[in-house]
């Protein structure tokens, strides 16, 4: 800090004055704040999340430091960043992992399958970023002093104990609409009536039976998993903090989140729920309102097609390598024979599916540029929440290859709310490809339809990139949102439930019956008794 002070001391009166400017025409709270942003998964497609919020806060002129297991494709120029890579084997055994998943339909096996041999992989491999000398530097030197820390939600709850590591308030950042996990930290109600993520149902529409039934099954094994992180997670704790005097208890620590930023809109994509005041949506945070120039090659290439053209990407998670060699011959069979234009995104921009006039293939992609073109007439994609979000913002109709995760269940909802179809990746065929690329395209009313959503999901009191400098300026402000918290946080399951009232109640109800018991046959025994014995004497003296 000393040598801090020291070289700016020796700076230039020129930097002092540029200084002095930019001091001015900083807002007057929460000026320049200190932002710590802590996103230790391995998924790219989540990282695009946290950072456009991190990316908001610095363009409001925050001094933002971002720690992450992956170079970020979003990004600000000053954002000071730490990557803490995973190992080589590591990313070799999550992309065999991949693999096997694209060669399957996507089903609930496969998604368990996937849960419990990369995932476990994913899980445990974000504890080693925080034992990492790069990240601890950061709360070992005493100099540096957070005023919030955002910490991104990927089964990692232990983490939001990093609020008391660095004596700071804590978000969470989630890249989809509230979910079990996110909504225990922040004592959001789960309830029986709100579809989990993999349900899809129409605007409007009550779940029918089968749905409810599935509802409660994906519910009880969530809970169950949860159950079973819960104890991960006191392992992580233990090993990271454990013997650290400074550091609360978990139990503790884990009840002092602040907001929850979900990337998610429900009003206009549902699903309908009642959220406590510390959640936050921010859907579609990604999205630019004013898309930036494309670059010359892509632009050029879209505007020389006369019947429009056509957007492939199957996300950054999976790359060409992964699927299976027929299923990319199906995939070029059929999109060289189309009259549109095509922008392939494919990694190994060297070794090509194949050469046709019509395709251009590109490594990475302003996707949500690209998007915004009025050119794009169809968007062939994986169902990744980040894609789908922005093609609805851009009302762009969209025809899903789902592989895994949540993407079958966005691939379901987006088919039965009439934005486009959706078609197994794994057993793809040339003619059915080809039928459902015409029907998307030739049918006006998929566009017709994401006009009317696009115009809905534009329609907010704050703009995402408002909402996520408002509510994080909030919390600088006030020191944490603790005046916001639910009670349910402070909760235990039998509490929250009630269990212990219902079993009370219960019991009185049953003693209320012994004691009804015993009055009757008391009366019983007095009364009828008396009677029956009065009658029998009455017969005696008869006879
Ligand atoms: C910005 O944050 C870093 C922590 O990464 C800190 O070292 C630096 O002093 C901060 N700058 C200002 C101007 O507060
Ligand atoms: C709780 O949050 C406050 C800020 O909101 C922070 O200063 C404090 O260290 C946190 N305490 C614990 C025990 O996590």
């Known amino acids: 800090m000393t040598q801090n002070r020291s070289t700016w001391i020796g700076c230039s009166l020129g930097g002092l004055l540029v200084a ?33 919020i991190l990316k908001t ?12 297991a992956m170079p970020p494709k979003v990004t600000h120029k000053s954002i000071k960043h730490i990557v ?4 080589a084997e590591d990313e070799k055994i999550l992309s065999d992992g991949m693999s096997g998943m694209v060669r399957e339909k996507p089903s609930i096996w496969t998604t ?37 820390v955002f910490v991104g939600f990927f089964f990692n709850s232990y983490q939001v104990a990093l609020g008391a590591r660095f004596n700071c308030p804590v978000i969470v950042s989630w890249s989809g609409p509230p979910m079990l996990m996110v909504n225990e930290m922040l004592g959001n109600p789960e309830l029986s009536t709100v579809p989990q993520m993999q349900i899809a149902v129409a605007a409007g529409k009550p779940m029918n039976f089968k749905q409810r039934v599935q509802n409660f099954a994906s519910t009880v094994g969530f809970n169950a998993l949860n159950l079973y992180l819960n104890h991960k997670y006191n392992g992580f704790y233990k090993r990271l903090w454990g013997n650290d005097k400074s550091m609360p208890s978990f139990e503790v620590a884990k009840r002092n989140v602040s907001l929850a930023f979900c990337n998610g809109h429900a009003i206009s994509e549902g699903p309908i729920r009642p959220n406590v005041p510390g959640i936050i949506e921010i859907g579609g945070i990604q999205i630019k309102s004013k898309p930036d120039p494309l670059p010359e090659d892509i632009k050029e290439f879209l505007d020389k097609g006369k019947h429009g053209a056509i957007l492939f990407s199957l996300g950054s998670n999976l790359k060409g390598e992964h699927i299976q060699p027929h299923v990319v011959e199906t995939i070029f069979k059929a999109l060289s024979s189309v009259k ?25 992609l302003p996707q949500d540029d690209i998007l915004a073109h009025p050119k794009i007439k169809l968007f062939i994609n994986h169902a990744g929440k980040g894609g789908v979000a922005e093609a609805q913002y851009h009302g762009v109709p969209m025809l899903a290859l789902p592989v895994f995760a949540d993407q079958p269940g966005n691939a379901d909802k987006l088919a039965e709310s009439g934005y486009g179809l959706q078609l197994p990746l794994a057993t793809l065929d040339v003619d059915e490809f080809k039928a459902a690329i015409k ?3 030739g049918n006006p009313k998929y566009a017709e339809k994401l006009k009317a959503f696009s115009q809905l999901y534009r329609d ?17 402000r006030h020191h944490g949102a603790a005046h916001m918290q639910s009670p349910l946080v402070h909760m235990n399951f039998i509490a929250s439930n009630n269990l212990d009232i219902y079993i009370i109640t219960a019991l009185i109800l049953y003693i209320l019956f012994l004691i009804n018991k015993i009055v009757w046959k008391f009366v019983w025994r007095k009364f009828c008794g008396k009677s029956n014995k009065a009658s029998q004497k009455k017969k005696v003296k008869k006879q």
């Not at 363009?59 to 992450?68: L, P, Q, Y």
């Not at 803490?84 to 190992?87: A, N, W």
């Not at 995402?464 to 400098?469: R, T």
């Open 439 to 441: 029907e998307v395209i």
């Open 340 to 364: 549109q234009q095509v922008i392939w995104k494919w990694d190994d921009t060297k070794n090509t599916p194949g050469q046709s006039a019509n395709i251009l293939y590109k490594k990475w």
């Open 84 to 87: 803490v890579p995973m190992s």
């Open 112 to 148: 368990m399958k996937s849960i419990f041999s990369s995932l476990s992989l994913l899980i445990d491999r974000q504890v080693d970023v925080l034992e990492d000398p790069r990240f601890q530097e950061l709360y070992l030197n005493k100099g540096n002093k957070f005023d919030v």
């Open 20 to 52: 002095l400017l930019a001091l001015q025409s900083m807002p007057q709270e929460t000026e320049g704040a200190n932002i710590l942003g802590v996103f230790t998964s391995h998924s790219p497609s989540h990282l695009i999340i946290h950072m456009s």
């Open 57 to 68: 806060l610095a363009e409001k002129g925050h001094n933002v430091t971002v720690v992450s």
């Open 460 to 476: 907010r009191p704050q703009t995402a990139q408002e909402s996520v400098v408002y509510w994080t300026e909030y919390v600088i």
